[in-house]
């Protein structure tokens, strides 16, 4: 009949979107049981959906973070309210990933936990943009700090070259040591004037 139809329709409008989202969606028990897993989840653990069927949820996380998942949905269970939780869970290709997860309460028709609906999400690509920003953050506050030390040191070598010029004038007819350690001056100065300019160069945005 149509109440039929329009039930099968809404259950695979629901399918249609479990299976085109991103992350990873299980639907669990009252236990933490897996009843559900969307292809991308599955394709997580390297398995097939139906594979994960009947899993408890908790030992695909490594055991560090078990106890600490099980006092939350016990937490879940009793006051009927979502939670977060960033752990690292075992993949089906033996690698270690980070991830957190979103686990709301499923209410039976009494108002009555009945289960969960989690989402997952792999954060290895986050932390990875999340470093790189952070790095990118650093260089820029690195450019600034040899920014503001370069101009300082432009000054001083400035200062240095006039008081080297004004020496070599002062003391023009003075021995042929005094006028070499002058020059001698004069050139790391020289050295240190295309040293600060080449910094400034590295600085200033591209």
Do not use: C
Request: charged share 25%; aromatic share 6%.
């Amino acid at each position: 009949n149509a109440t039929i139809k329009d039930l099968r329709q809404s259950q695979s409008f629901a399918s249609t979107i479990l299976e085109n989202i991103h992350h990873g969606v299980f639907v669990l028990d009252h236990d933490g049981k897996i009843k559900y897993a969307s292809s991308t989840v599955a394709k997580e653990f390297n398995a097939l959906p139906q594979d994960l069927v009947g899993a408890h949820v908790v030992k695909m996380m490594e055991p560090d973070y078990r106890e600490k998942f099980e006092e939350k949905w016990k937490e879940m269970k009793q006051k009927l309210t979502p939670f977060e939780f960033e752990m690292r869970y075992l993949t089906g290709r033996g690698k270690v990933e980070p991830g957190l997860i979103s686990v709301a309460p499923v209410l039976s028709p009494q108002g009555n936990f009945d289960g969960a609906v989690l989402l997952g999400i792999n954060l290895s690509k986050v932390k990875e943009e999340e470093k790189k920003r952070l790095i990118e953050e650093r260089l820029a506050n690195m450019g600034l700090l040899a920014s503001k030390l370069s101009h300082e040191l432009r000054n001083v070598l400035g200062a240095m070259s006039n008081s080297i010029y004004f020496l070599g004038q002062t003391l023009k007819d003075s021995n042929e040591k005094i006028k070499r350690h002058l020059e001698i001056l004069g050139q790391q100065v020289d050295t240190g004037t295309h040293l600060v300019a080449s910094i400034l160069d590295f600085a200033r945005p591209q």
